[in-house]
């Protein structure tokens, strides 16, 4: 038992790392593909509904391309980001500027009763929480890249400071802009609702939309790609992944196998197009994986209170989060229990992979050189070296 207790923290770190391997990262960059695909197809089929087939194929189209870039060079990939976040912030900016046009010339009619025949069930609210916050869940994808920030102390909570309020108010006033042309039921009913936006009041240059929110969605699924890699490149440099894992590019310094693992996972995931049910699949398990750890830091805090935290938070902070995320873990249990289930086995599945993976140290002599062997083929197909070789 007190063996157990002893590597316990490392056990909870690694079901962390495996459900974000798994589940979490590739999940989403799925679902963005997918918003891609949908938006840059949508106008293609005006009349009718946008084949299924076509829109996965996209979607793995624009996953590959962008995992081929992340490899290549990682300028060109803070390049694609920094680009089409600018045309995220311009389709936002004309979406919200025609939506305040709008109401000004009296277009307020969606706005009357505005919630009418709102459910008061907690459970489709939580369901309905899950599908919101994942708009939002970019502010936790910089701490995955804290090794190539600059002064990350300082600068990891300004990004967050300023994004967050951002996004929050831009989300918002595009939705408002969305509902003076849009009723509740049309937005709820269409796959493609800035196209069908841009139909109603743009005319002739109703394409602008479609490619703009694709261009959103491509730069989207660029930073997912690009956090992923990294995060899988950092658990293999601390032994709780195969080491091929956390090996780097001989001339290009970028975490190759850990991207192409990435990649190729979120391929994986478009076997189904259902977006609302890959959220649902992935939120129940990011939820647990978040809550867990701001668990653990409030564990901290009152074990180790004189401990240095050079980011540190008044503790109303983690104790409401934390109450919100207990809220997101039981509610849907009973909401869409085969989906959380689904979740729950997930997290499940990476106990026996710890115990034979991790914490497994004597494994046979001929399993070891097979993995060294295998291990090295990969290395000489991707050249690739092991970051401490390549800094000596």
């Known amino acids: 038992m007190h063996i157990f207790w002893k590597h316990l923290?490392?056990?909870?770190?690694?079901?962390?790392?495996?459900?974000?391997?798994?589940?979490?990262?590739?999940?989403?960059?799925?679902?963005v593909a997918l918003t891609f695909a949908t938006y840059i197809l949508q106008p293609a089929f005006p009349t009718c509904e946008t084949p299924d087939s076509a829109i996965r194929?996209?979607?793995?189209?624009?996953?590959s391309v962008l995992t081929m870039i992340n490899i290549l060079k990682v300028q060109w990939a803070t390049r694609i980001q920094d680009v089409f976040t600018v045309a995220k912030l311009l389709a936002l900016?004309?979406?919200?500027?025609?939506?305040?046009?709008?109401i000004a010339m009296g277009r307020v009619?969606?706005?009357?009763?505005?919630?009418?025949?709102?459910?008061?069930?907690?459970?489709?609210?939580?369901?309905?929480?899950?599908s919101g916050l994942f708009a939002y869940a970019g502010w936790n994808f910089l701490n995955f890249v804290t090794e190539e920030m600059i002064d990350p102390f300082k600068n990891l909570p300004r990004a967050i400071y300023i994004s967050i309020p951002i996004v929050t108010i831009v989300y918002v006033f595009a939705n408002v802009a969305y509902f003076t042309l849009i009723t509740p039921e049309e937005m709820l009913a269409s796959n493609a609702v800035a196209v069908l936006f841009g139909e109603r009041i743009y005319g002739v240059m109703a394409w602008i939309m479609p490619v703009f929110v694709g261009l959103s969605c491509f730069g989207g699924v660029n930073g997912l790609l690009f956090t992923s890699g990294r995060l899988f490149f950092v658990g293999a440099r601390h032994g709780h992944l195969p080491e091929f894992?956390?090996?780097i590019h001989t001339k290009r310094y970028t975490p190759t196998p850990a991207m192409l693992f990435t990649g190729g996972m979120s391929l994986v995931m478009l076997s189904s197009s259902d977006i609302f049910a890959l959220i649902n699949y992935m939120s129940f398990v990011q939820w647990l994986s978040?809550?867990?750890?701001?668990?653990?830091?409030?564990?901290?805090?009152?074990?180790?209170?004189?401990?240095?935290?050079?980011?540190?938070?008044?503790?109303?902070?983690?104790?409401?989060?934390?109450?919100?995320?207990?809220?997101?873990?039981?509610?849907?249990?009973?909401?869409?229990?085969?989906?959380?289930?689904?979740?729950?086995?997930?997290?499940?599945?990476?106990?026996?992979?710890?115990?034979?993976?991790?914490?497994?140290?004597?494994?046979?002599?001929s399993f070891q050189r097979a993995l060294v062997r295998w291990t090295l083929i990969g290395q000489k197909a991707l050249d690739v070296v092991s970051q401490e070789r390549k800094a000596e």
């Not at 979406?95 to 305040?100: A, K, N, P």
Request: hydrophobic residues 55%; aromatic residues 12%; positive net charge.
């Open 57 to 63: 194929l996209l979607a793995a189209v624009c996953i």
């Open 93 to 102: 900016a004309l979406l919200m500027v025609t939506g305040l046009v709008l």
């Open 9 to 31: 923290d490392h056990f909870l770190l690694f079901l962390q790392l495996w459900v974000n391997l798994i589940i979490i990262r590739p999940t989403a960059q799925a679902i």
């Open 245 to 247: 894992l956390s090996m």
């Open 290 to 365: 978040v809550g867990a750890s701001i668990a653990g830091l409030l564990y901290w805090r009152y074990k180790k209170p004189d401990l240095e935290r050079p980011i540190k938070f008044p503790l109303i902070i983690p104790i409401s989060f934390l109450i919100a995320c207990i809220f997101l873990l039981i509610v849907p249990l009973f909401a869409a229990p085969k989906d959380t289930g689904i979740g729950v086995l997930i997290v499940c599945s990476g106990i026996p992979v710890y115990l034979l993976g991790v914490a497994w140290k004597n494994k046979p002599e």
């Open 109 to 130: 009619e969606n706005f009357e009763n505005a919630f009418e025949g709102t459910t008061k069930d907690v459970k489709a609210a939580s369901l309905a929480f899950y």
